[in-house]
Each structure stands twice: as structure tokens, then as C-alpha cells.
DNA sequence: TAGCCTCTATGACCACGGTCATACAAAAGT
DNA sequence: ACTTTTGTATGACCGTGGTCATAGAGGCTA
């Protein structure tokens, strides 16, 4: 119970809430596990919870009709997977998987929509957020009609070396959803870069040996 | 004054508000009026108002440092350009643009944010777009992924036809800019749509002769 | 130790669509 | 009535990157 009001006062959004608040907040809530390669929540489904990763971590994705995967979200301790859905309750597109062991906290979705509508920084603490989503997802739109591969890529590795830093434990195959293209492509391209001594890999996982070869002023994080 | 009120009444995100309160809405607003090509905000500005189109059409668009321009959001009569801009205040990278002799209310950020936390059920509704607005962008995300040009012009014109009606009054580089491609493979595109009987066309208009052909069960319509 | 699955690696192929070029018609401006 | 600009139309070219195929190495389970 400690812990889970230590969890909700580090989450993001959550800044400017009372302890007392983050009290409430915190009896509300349910935790559960998640092994690698679980579920958190299908696409398609009513939306009845709101969702606070605890520790390990998420990837969120929306998942095309013809089996094809995009990565929108890498959550850790602290990061909501759904921000937005527990406001309409209804089915949007996105699945949530556990890419490591995980714990997630569930708070059901009226109770969530009354705290926030009781403590109205959080609307604006919201609204921040979902900008940054919005523009990302603008931005990558951008970047699918006029970026090559390589540059997609490159900023995909930028925006992971600032969360995650320089040792980023993901496959190519996962590394290809963020990008927006193909294994075979990435896994290319990954060669391309480790000759130009820019990253060294070893089986999942990436090294960035060149940080500042991917700070390219115009090149800017994306947000995950 | 009763006209303004009228227009907040009608708008989009405004339903569940007492007449009362739509008053003070309407007593906080500025009308301006923008002939067509005129720039109703530029991007990398703060965003200082909250904008609703009274009239008219104004096309909200993303714009790459290489020039290169995606639309986002076509809006009419009671429909708002900037549903997150006004709750940080921050520049984003939208810009929007009178593609008619429109007119647009302007209420300064702060009135718009005070008067959303007096009436939350407004949070509730601009919630419901916003989750709109996120899910067309990842969706437009996974069409540039994985849909040909062909299909994402189908996309695009089913949505325009299910908000327009069958006759499009737009160009060719406008259609580009709502596919995410170029001006000439749309118009090789269009080409082949009207040889199949789907379209008819003329400088600046398109009519949709055959809307059933478009309304295939696995192609929804966009949000724009 | 064998068997299986995942991840990495790379070659061959080729089509979609971006780029550049030219041409012409219709508006719009002077 | 003239020029300029905007929109439409099409041809030619070719590069990026998707698809399919094969192969081997590392890791997990029995």
C-alpha cells in the first residue's frame, strides 16, 4: 500500500497531487503481474481500467488488419499505458504487451475519471501528455513520406538512448516496429551503421558507441 | 452576440452545456474573418487562443523542416483547430490555413481552460475527440506502412465523401497532402479511378460517381 | 545431446512511387 | 488583351526498400 502510493507520486501526470490524494489514488488501485510475452490489455476491448506500469516494461502497439505491428509506446515504472481511453470507455486499436516480467496497476475507469475530474490539474497534466502523443504520432507521419529508412531508424535509436541510454536491449524485429519498416531492412541497415562505427550489437541487444553521431541538431527525440 | 452564441450551441465538443453558460462562452470570444490562403496560426508560435471555424474551411497541417506538408484536419462551421494547444500554451507544429472566406471565433487560452474546469463534462467530450484524433493519426501511421497509394486515396476520398457529400471541391496537391504523397502519382491515380467509372473530375472538383465502390467493409473513414 | 525456436545475416529480385521534364488548359491578375 | 499563375496530364527514369529465400549462431527445453 506504501508502495503503491510511492508508485503514483513518481507517475508521470501525477505531479501536483496531494498525498492524501495520492492516497485515494492508491486504495483504488489493483496490481498484477505480467510474464514476457502476456497481454495487458487486446485491441478491440472496452476500455475499463486505466493502466500504471509499476516496474518492467510495456510496449504498446496498434496492430493492422494484415498482422502488422506499430510500436507507440515504451513504458516503464511511473508511465500510463492509456491515457485517453478510460475517458470514453470505448475499444480503440491498441494492444499492450509485457516485453519483460512486469507489474502493472489497474484502477477501474470510473474511479479513475472521478479522481481526475476531482483534481483538476490533472486535466492539464493530461492534456500535456497527449500532445506529446499527438505531435509524436504527427511527426512520425511526417517521417514515414519523407525520411529514408536509415533516418527513421537513427531517430528511433536517439529517442531510446535518451530514455533508456546507451546499452538498448531490443531485437531488430522490435526495432523495425518503431521504425515503421521490415526485419530484413533494419537488420541492413543496423550493418550500415556498425560499419560506420556508430553502434556495435550483439544478439539483442545494441550498443551506441557514438552518442553524438545521432544528436543531429534537426533530428529530435520522438516520444515513447 | 446571439449568433456567436448559436455557433458555440452547434459546435463540436460543446453538447451538455447550459444555454447559460454558452452565453459567457460567447461573451469571451473574438470573430475574425480570413480570406482564402490567409494563415489562422503558424507553427513554432505559442499557442495564446482557443479557435472554433464559424463559417467557412480552414485545413490544419503539419509542415516538415523540408517543406513538405500533411494535413490533418479539415474543419468546418462548429468544429475547433486547436483542442490541446490552448491547455499548455506551448508552440506545436501545426499551422492552419483559410482554404475559403472563413471566419473563426478566437477565445484567449485562459478564459477557454477556466470555463472547461467550471463545466467537466466539456473534459469528457474533448477526451472523446482527442482519442479520435490519436487513433487516425496511428492509423494513418500503419496505412503509410503497409496500404498503396491507391488505397489510401480510397481512404481519403470515402472519408471526404462521408463528411462532403459526393462533390469534392479540391485540388489534386490538396488530395496529396490528405494521402501522404505526391501531386503527379496522385493525379495517375485519379486517372485510373476515373478510366474504372468510381470518379468523375474537373479542374479544383471531384465527383464521386460510383460512393458504394468506396465503401469497402475493411476501409474506415479517417478523422479529419 | 538432440531438437527446436528465435534472432541475425545476406543475396537476388523487382515494383511502387518519387523526381524531373514537358505540355496545355483554365483562372487570375495587370 | 496580355501575361502570369495554378491546376491537370503524362512520359521516362531509377532508387529505395519490400518480399522471398537460404543459412548459421545463440538460447531454451526435454
Redesign the pocket.
Known amino acids: 500500500m506504501e508502495a503503491r502510493a510511492q508508485l503514483f507520486q513518481d507517475a508521470m501526470g501525477f505531479s501536483g497531487i496531494s498525498g492524501l490524494e495520492i492516497k485515494k489514488l492508491a486504495a483504488m488501485a489493483t496490481m498484477q503481474r505480467f510474464s514476457k510475452g502476456q497481454m495487458v490489455f487486446e485491441q478491440d476491448q472496452p476500455c475499463d481500467y486505466f493502466h500504471l506500469v509499476a516496474s518492467g516494461l510495456v510496449k504498446v502497439y496498434i496492430c493492422s488488419a494484415s498482422g ?1 505491428r506499430m510500436t507507440y509506446l515504451l513504458a516503464r515504472r511511473g508511465e500510463p499505458l492509456n491515457l485517453v481511453g478510460p475517458f470514453t470507455g470505448d475499444p480503440r486499436f491498441l494492444c499492450a504487451e509485457a516485453m519483460q516480467a512486469t507489474e502493472v496497476a489497474h484502477i477501474p475507469r470510473h474511479d479513475f475519471v472521478r479522481f481526475v475530474a476531482a483534481n483538476p490539474i490533472l486535466f492539464s497534466n493530461i492534456m500535456a501528455i497527449l500532445s506529446k502523443a499527438v505531435d509524436s504520432a504527427n511527426s512520425r507521419l511526417i517521417d514515414m ?8 531508424l537513427l531517430r528511433v535509436l536517439l529517442t531510446l538512448l535518451d530514455k533508456f541510454g546507451s546499452e538498448i536491449r ?7 516496429e518503431l521504425a ?12 550500415r551503421l ?1 560499419s560506420l562505427g556508430i553502434i556495435e ?6 550498443k551506441i558507441i557514438r552518442p553524438a553521431s545521432l544528436k543531429n541538431p534537426e533530428r529530435l527525440p520522438l516520444w515513447v
Chains 1, 2 share one sequence.
Not at 513520406?145 to 527513421?152: C, D, H, L
Not at 519498416?181 to 550493418?191: H, Q
Open positions: 502488422y513520406v519523407e525520411k529514408r529508412v536509415e533516418e527513421r531490443l531485437t531488430s524485429a522490435e526495432l523495425a515503421g519498416t521490415t526485419v530484413e531492412t533494419t537488420l541492413r541497415t543496423m550493418a556498425r550489437s550483439e544478439r539483442g541487444q545494441i
